[in-house]
């Protein structure tokens, strides 16, 4: 950043055009307080937003039209228009239509994170069903972003005031779980869970609990061997390099008794061992993000929910959430680099600082 403090600049893909993406999207952009804080860029097409925006009363939404990302209006929403053909609409309904444009959205907004146009991604929810294809053979957008920045890794990270749960598996069926846990997994999700924790949300020294995959954590291998054979050993060595893990704990206890208060954040074995917990006791709206990548993206915590779109039912919370976890993130990181950029430096100016206190308390 060239000055001090600048606005950061926010992507949003528009998720599924059928479902409650582009509601979501009008209703949080059309607060005019929110441009003080980002300057948001919209992908999608300006025919489509306007579709939406005459279904919600009482809306008053300008926006500046591009042709590509760049050059924005930092006192307006901007609108890169990733198609100019007319698209049929009809919300609430499942089409391969609402998919592929989904598709045509997210490359987009991917690209101009990828390329630094943009310094963060807001994604809105696509539904699997619809976007699998040659073009997208991925089980949603944390594979998808995976690819696309070449990272070795990446970790689903669900956040909430209160609570913070990572994933070891993501949507895989229950019955193919156990084979992919692994010393190598999980000790790289953990790694990855602890540097995010120390760039991204500013924790020096985080504190992770890591639940067991089978019920009261295996134990002691009467039921199941994964705790001892696999988890056991990796958070032992884990500690070795100074990383704060605890566990594997019993993961019903471990919410029920509310042991998750003590640490800065919990990774589950897999999606619902997570998410039903996190769900139900997050305060506030949760949000997803991509741990891992070079790039930023956050999202809302739910899906596409095509049996309320296109009704001005949608619950825009969530989404306003992910962005203000997406401008947090953005400075967090920038202060982390700024800390770390030059230690020797840092180091020289705090020791010169404390001479001149000493002399003068002498004087």
């Not at 054979?229 to 958070?235: A, D, F, H, Q, Y």
């Not at 996190?278 to 993000?289: H, I, M, P, R």
């Not at 001005?312 to 959430?321: E, H, I, T, Y």
């Amino acid at each position: 950043m060239s000055a001090e403090y600048r606005k950061p600049v926010i992507g949003l893909s528009s998720g599924d055009i059928n479902g409650i993406g582009p509601e979501l999207i009008i209703k949080t952009l059309s607060d005019p307080r929110l441009l003080e804080l980002f300057t948001p860029v919209v992908f999608l097409s300006g025919k489509v937003l306007n579709f939406y925006r005459k279904s919600i009363p009482d809306i008053n939404l300008n926006f500046h039209n591009l042709k590509e990302p760049g050059h924005y209006n930092p006192k307006m929403v901007n609108v890169v228009n990733c198609w100019e053909e007319d698209v049929n609409v009809t919300p609430g309904q499942l089409t391969e239509l609402g998919g592929r444009y989904a598709i045509r959205s997210l490359n987009a907004a991917v690209k101009a994170l990828q390329e630094q146009l943009i310094d963060g991604l807001v994604t809105a929810p696509i539904h699997k069903s619809n976007v699998q294809s040659d073009e997208f053979p991925y089980t949603g957008h944390t594979p998808y972003l995976k690819a696309c920045f070449q990272a070795s890794d990446a970790l689903m990270l669900m956040t909430a005031p209160n609570l913070r749960v990572g994933l070891v598996t993501e949507h895989v069926p229950v019955k193919d779980i156990a084979q992919y846990i692994t010393r190598e997994t999980v000790s790289s999700k953990l790694q990855i869970l602890h540097d995010a924790l120390r760039r991204d949300f500013g924790i020096d020294k985080p504190r992770i609990a890591v639940l067991g995959l089978n019920p009261h954590a295996g134990d002691e291998g009467l039921i199941g061997k994964e705790e001892e054979t696999i988890i056991k050993p990796t958070i032992k060595e884990l500690k070795h390099h100074n990383l704060l893990v605890f566990g594997p704990y019993s993961a019903d206890a471990f919410f029920a008794r509310g042991q998750y208060e003590k640490f800065d954040a919990v990774l589950a074995m897999y999606h619902d061992q997570g998410l039903i917990p996190f769900k139900s006791l997050a305060t506030g709206d949760g949000v997803n993000y991509t741990a891992g990548l070079r790039g930023i993206r956050t999202s809302p915590d739910h899906g596409t929910a095509f049996d309320i779109a296109g009704k001005n039912k949608a619950d825009a919370s969530s989404l306003r959430a992910a962005i203000f976890a997406c401008i947090d993130i953005i400075r967090a990181r920038k202060e982390y680099s700024d800390n770390h950029r030059n230690p020797l430096k840092k180091i020289s100016a705090q020791v010169v600082g404390n001479a001149e206190d000493e002399r003068g308390a002498e004087e």
